[in-house]
């Protein structure tokens, strides 16, 4: 079979693939490839009036994000909220970390991540966490179990802060808050760490009353459904599982699993609902909220709508009988940050998943280590990018070779072969067999061209998801104009390199026979790099180095067989 028509035909079964997930798309339903079309984040962060209720499987508040002035009596399950005011706040900082706690809840309700700079404004920290019109994404914890006509604490009460120190001195910031609620204290302790964005959260709930209690520790995320800020420019159909936003969660039993925001709606996510191991997070593209409840604890997951548009992934976590009079600690450990995979795989087993290469995990893991051993030597991720390259090229040489040089004798028989077409005509039967016995006579394996590139295209797939996925990118620049892999060429420089190499490229295959065929193949120089002004530069500049080694390759194995030829015909 011929390259070319081998080349079109995969180029006519992605457009169909493309047009489907188009249509797919068009009737609301999730892209074949990417996230969900990000929809429109809620006009505000007010609750409905209804949503101080509990949910009726859990007992946890629906209400996210509520707001009201401190010392106001707190919302109870079942009831109204009161109406939503100016939240009172508290702002703590380390050296990685700024966060901001609303008094009502003890909630999370901004993080800005110090060390990591912002998309837009790059002298400005990047926000993960933020509760403000349009947008709601926060994290929060309370306790439930209370009996009828009593409420404990949960993430709607009013806390107070019982700790001064607002900002890390040493090596460790302690804040605490409490509320008490129907003879129950709540006291909330979060741990920061200098250079870390795990946090360590302990709840400790005191029975102040005179008769036992049976409470619930809940731990929660909620977030809605907008497109984050933050996200890869590359389009959503190439992003694969680079571009999931939504809640995950991972137990030894099922692993990791993703539910998108539409399963949700349509109460079709399927996920471990029973375990007593594992951790939960909401994950977007480069960061994560994750909390890990302690292990070994029995507990129950849930994934629920609360709103439109608005969604929590929660764990509950029964603590036993607690006596009147005593105290029990459920310490838990709270991620917020960057989706740094070393750090998470310490943080807790199987964490680091939430960097998600999809089914190439085999491939795309061993390529992630490589990349950061070749960082630890060059400091710099595009000079990484370029090595790797070379690495990569290396240990495919002898496949490419095999197909160059299969391009190379076709090109030689080139003029024999439209030889046969005129002499045939539409005699197919013929015109094939009298090409057969040219490609045995000239030892030429007419597929020699196109079984190494397919035995290549599960690594370059890995790569790309690699290179997508990778934080590490996020900000970090190469040389001159590339100030940030991770996003695209500012003057489309390495776009255009890309294009002039793949035309290079085509001068040294061998010219179709089909004028049509040739005219086809002459624009796919312009497609391909076309489509590359969409993608990261980290990306760009890795396929600019392949081409120009290919190049380089393609030549020397051409020339060879050009020279060999000439010398057998002397």
Known sequence: MDIRRTILLMIFSFSLLMLWNSWQVHQGNPPLFGAPPPKAAPAATTPPADAGAASSQTGVPTAPAQVSTPGAAPTVPGTSPAPATQAQTVIVKSD????????????????????????????????????????????????????????YPTHLANYKLVTEAKELSGNTLVVKFESESSGVKLIKTFTLTRGSYAIAVDHQIENLSAQPITPSVYLQITRDGSDPMGQS???????????????????????????????????????????????????????????????????SYEVTELEKNLFAVRSIEAVGTINPGSQVSVPTKLWVGPQDQSELEAVAPGLELVVDYGLLTIIAKPVFTLMTWLFSLLGNWGWTIVALTFLIKAAFYPLSAASYRSMAKMK???PRLQALREKFGDDRQKLNTAMMEMYRTEKINPLGGCLPIVIQIPVFISLYYVLGSSVELRGAPWVLWIEDLSVQDPYFILPLIMMATMFIQMKLNPTPPDPIQAKVMMFMPLVFGGMMFFFPSGLVLYWCVNNILSIAQQWHITNTIAKQAAASHR
């Open 412 to 414: 030689l028989v080139a």
């Open 96 to 151: 990685v970390l700024a966060l901001t706690f609303d008094l009502q809840g003890a909630q999370l309700i901004r993080a800005e991540l110090l060390m990591v700079p912002g998309k837009d404004d790059k002298k400005q920290p990047f926000v993960l966490l933020s509760r403000e019109a349009g947008h709601t994404y926060v994290v929060q914890s309370g306790l439930t179990g209370a009996p009828a006509g009593s409420l």
């Open 233 to 299: 420019n590359t389009p959503s159909f190439l992003q694969g599982p680079i571009s999931f936003t939504g809640p995950a969660v991972y137990s030894e039993q099922e692993k990791f699993q993703k539910i998108t925001f539409p399963e949700i709606e349509k109460r079709k996510a399927q996920y471990i609902k029973q375990a007593d191991n594992g951790w939960f997070a909401m994950v977007q593209h480069y960061f994560v909220t994750a909390w890990v409840p302690p292990q070994g604890k029995a507990r």
